[in-house]
């Protein structure tokens, strides 16, 4: 009995539900229809009340969405919308009027408090960090350990660089607002400590010198010419004076500046002659002792200049090694006139492309590769895949004639005539070489043949 009697409350509730929700509507067309009569704007006619859902156009989005805007604002004041000043609710209001506590409306989504807070607080840490976006960590450091060196912002202002040039008012204006502004001061705490350990490292090393380190340092003597040594064993001597982050090397390298504006207790800075005779800088450089000035010996450059020299002792070694490959040099053509021989130049073999000049009594014809270096590469006149990387030899004899002998395994062709692997034949001037479709002249110098012949005919009778 308990489960039929909860059905039957069941069905009954989903019944008087939707009895509501018809009559609701049937309210609802009655007030259009009633408001429609009243303005006398739109023709009564007959609808369904059934709600039809269209694609609106353009037109009609416009006037919904200004109908929207209307009804919220008039939904503040207490009017409802659609019914005209002076005219008297109609049956079917009076209906929806009463019925409207048992099925209560929803209040139209008003902006929540709680959004515009939120805008607000992501909007002030983007202000703050835009207005800290020059200033970065490292420059921070760097403003705090020279504060903390020197008490002076116009000695920090002119010997510290920072990321970006600062004007004074812009240093002092940081300064007071790590001290003074809790939200800049978080921030900056927050970015020194993301720093790499390198990166701290070396802004400590760029510390300014205070008043009671080059107090110190300028204690040592001008002419005592100390070592790192001088300078380790005074920074273990008075540590509680140093910077943390001072190294004897760099004591060394800030004496030496303070040497150089004589800054040291037993340097005095001589003054200016008086009268006419004013010193100018080839007086002062002749008053100046040589034997006094110190050469300081650069690591740096003299490790360049043996890398230099190890360059170009290379480069020669090469060139030694390339000797034998400059027996036959290649030249482009330029035209078909007659090459100019030289007093070095024996013969030409002449391309279309190249020309290849021999200056030794024997040279090796082919195709070079990685492996196989030879004196005449005949791919820089063209195709070569099929011409072997040895394919012949070049030979000048005593008696001032050139022999070619083909060692690959495709035909020379001499003027036509096919010279095969193992065999070789005589050169003439003017001869046509042709290797694998790839076509030369072989021009002889005939002065410097002349001169040959003459002299293998002198040393012959003896």
């Not at 040099?329 to 020309?355: H, K």
């Not at 090796?364 to 099929?386: M, Y």
Request: positive net charge.
């Amino acid at each position: 009995m308990d489960k039929d009697s909860q059905g039957l409350l069941d069905t009954s509730l989903m019944a008087s539900g939707t009895a509501s929700r018809s009559e609701d509507e049937e309210s609802l067309a009655g007030q259009k229809r009633a408001s429609s009569q009243a303005l006398g704007t739109i023709p009564k006619r007959r609808s369904s009340s059934r709600f039809i859902k269209r694609k609106k156009f353009d037109d009609e989005l416009v006037e919904s969405s200004l109908a929207k805007s209307s009804t919220r604002a008039k939904g503040a004041s207490g009017v409802e919308p659609g019914r005209c000043s002076g005219s008297e609710p109609s049956s079917s209001e009076k209906k929806k009027v009463s019925k409207a506590p048992s099925t209560p409306v929803p209040p139209s989504p008003a902006p929540a408090p709680g959004l515009t807070k939120r805008v607000k607080k992501s909007k002030q840490p983007l202000q703050v960090t835009k207005d800290l976006g020059r200033w970065k960590p490292a420059d921070d450091l760097l403003l705090i350990n020279a504060v903390l060196q020197t008490n002076d912002l116009t000695s920090v202002h002119l010997g510290v660089k920072f990321s970006c040039r600062f004007t004074l008012r812009e240093v002092q204006e940081r300064w007071y607002a790590l001290l003074y502004d809790p939200v800049i001061s978080k921030l900056a705490c927050q970015a020194m400590r993301q720093l790499h350990p390198e990166a701290i490292a070396a802004i400590q090393s760029k510390a300014l010198f205070s008043k009671a380190e080059e107090q110190l340092l300028s204690k040592v003597g001008s002419t005592s010419q100390p070592t790192l040594e001088t300078f380790q064993d005074l920074l273990h001597r008075h540590p509680d004076a140093f910077y943390l982050a001072r190294t004897a090397k760099a004591l060394q390298a800030h004496w030496q500046l303070m040497k150089q504006y004589y800054l040291l207790e037993d340097q005095t800075v001589q003054p200016l002659p008086k009268g006419d005779q004013v010193l100018n800088f080839s007086d002062a450089e002749d008053l100046i002792d040589d034997s006094k000035l110190k050469d300081m010996r650069d690591e740096v450059l003299e490790h360049e200049l043996t890398v230099a020299d190890r360059r170009q002792k290379r480069e020669i070694r090469q060139l030694e090694q390339e000797l034998h490959k400059w027996q036959v040099l290649v030249d482009s053509i330029t035209g078909m006139s007659s090459p100019d021989f030289d007093n070095q130049t024996l013969a030409v073999l002449r391309g279309r492309m190249v020309r290849y000049l021999m200056r030794s009594r024997e040279i090796t014809l082919g195709r070079a590769t990685k492996d196989n270096q030879i004196d005449v590469d005949l791919s820089l006149e063209g195709p070569a895949w099929k011409i072997s990387r040895k394919q012949g030899v070049i030979k000048l004899k005593n008696n001032g004639d050139f022999f070619i002998a083909n060692e690959g395994r495709r035909p020379i062709y001499i003027d036509g005539r096919p010279v095969l692997c193992g065999s070789k034949w005589r050169l003439s001037n003017n001869s046509v070489v042709e290797i694998a479709s790839l076509r030369f002249v072989f021009l002889i110098n005939q002065d410097l043949i002349a001169l040959i012949r003459a002299e293998a005919a002198k040393i012959t009778p003896q």
